[in-house]
């Protein structure tokens, strides 16, 4: 660190440059911790799924509903502890924009299978007794400001009623919570009984279920078991983990995994360019420099070093700076879409991840520069200024 104030006057000498390329790399993290944001919102269904349940759907697809007699000849599997199923809605609340999850359920059957999930007991009995009662997650109450004994009207998309109206209204008799810090309850939760009866298509069918292992017994050995006793009937099933499940639901809207990646290295690449090009001009201006400081007797490594540590500073000011806006704007964003596009976070893996891009570009950047600089012959480097 004894040469840090060279460094830091070094990297400065030209203020409008580096200002400029701190812009580019504020920039290139600040789309960082953003996209990193919406990819863990994606796949913070499958990193909270607990490894104690499997879900049972369509072989295939997910969108294919399955016969509701499925679940007695489920339940009867050894090694299956308990199951419940459930159905996806898919509708929306007043405007097509407050779109959120909405899953027709046995009320008393799910909360026992997904402890996780909090609610008074007397909340859960009045909303299993309520034909028309209904469960939200507290995000959902908060963003909606929703209480108990509320009128919910949510209209369908999907699943039209046997009038042919599309509204459902739904009385709210629960406000569950979640004991996972990684976990949401942005979505709605109510009645497969009354799903069943007023839908006007679909009936006898539910979306998939969802199984409780028994203890001791292998998850695999169990799912394999299902499926051979549904194998070559008109309904074929796949049963698979919960995380898999959960990532099913996640490639519906594409394989954002890799998009984020597709995205994130053409940003970086840029910045490299970037950063790279404006070490080589600074090293270029400062050759007769250079060329004095070995004469003084600095060794080629310190030199080296010194030109790499401008890099690296320069990467590191715009990359705190990026991530620092981008945890803000994360915040707010997780606030206002919360219940729309839950698990909004930036992850400590992301920072730690992003901080060894601020050093690795740092590197990369000033390589060739630093090598230059080294490599520099004084007699020669002197001639030229």
Do not use: C
């Not at 049972?56 to 509903?65: E, F, G, Q, R, T």
């Not at 039209?160 to 979505?187: H, Q």
């Not at 540590?309 to 700076?321: A, D, F, K, N, Y």
Request: glycine share 10%; no cysteine.
């Amino acid at each position: 660190m004894k040469y840090f104030g060279l460094i830091w006057k070094n990297t400065w000498r030209k203020k409008v440059r580096t200002s400029l390329t701190i812009l580019s790399v504020l920039v290139a993290f600040l789309l960082f911790a953003l996209l990193n944001a919406l990819g863990y919102a994606f796949r913070a269904g499958e990193d909270v799924s607990s490894a104690e349940r499997l879900v049972v759907i369509h072989k295939i697809s997910l969108i294919n509903p399955l016969p509701i007699s499925y679940e007695a000849r489920i339940a009867s599997t050894p090694g299956v502890a308990a199951v419940t199923h459930a159905s996806w809605f898919g509708g929306y609340y007043q405007e097509p924009r407050n779109q959120f999850a909405q899953f027709a359920v046995d009320m008393t059957a799910y909360f026992a299978l997904y402890p996780e999930l909090i609610i008074p007991p007397e909340q859960l009995e009045a909303a299993a007794k309520n034909r028309i009662g209904t469960v939200v997650g507290h995000e959902l109450a908060e963003k909606f400001g929703w209480k108990i004994g509320d009128r919910i009207p949510i209209q369908a998309t999907i699943w039209t009623k046997a009038d042919g109206g599309r509204t459902w209204e739904l009385d709210l008799e629960g406000i569950m919570r979640s004991n996972d810090p990684r976990g949401s309850t942005a979505f709605m939760l109510f009645n497969h009984d009354y799903f069943e009866e007023a839908r006007a298509f679909g009936k006898g069918t539910a979306g998939w279920y969802v199984l409780q292992i028994a203890p001791g017994a292998d998850p695999v050995e169990v799912a394999n078991a299902i499926d051979a006793q549904f194998a070559n009937s008109p309904n074929e099933t796949k049963t698979s983990t919960e995380a898999a499940f959960a990532a099913s639901f996640a490639k519906q809207f594409g394989n954002i995994a890799l998009i984020v990646q597709l995205i994130l290295g053409a940003v970086f690449f840029t910045l490299l360019l970037v950063a790279g090009n404006t070490m080589s001009q600074s090293v270029r201006e400062r050759i007769p420099e250079l060329a004095v400081l070995k004469t003084v007797g600095f060794r080629d490594i310190t030199v080296l070093g010194i030109v790499l540590s401008e890099s690296i500073l320069i990467i590191s000011l715009g990359g705190i700076l990026g991530l620092g806006i981008g945890w803000f704007l994360v915040q707010g964003v997780s606030q206002q879409m919360g219940a729309s596009l839950p698990g909004i976070y930036l992850s400590p893996q992301a920072m730690l991840m992003a901080t060894g891009i601020m050093i690795g570009a740092g590197i990369l950047a000033g390589l060739f520069p630093a090598l230059k600089a080294m490599r520099l012959s004084i007699v020669d480097a002197l001639a030229r200024g």
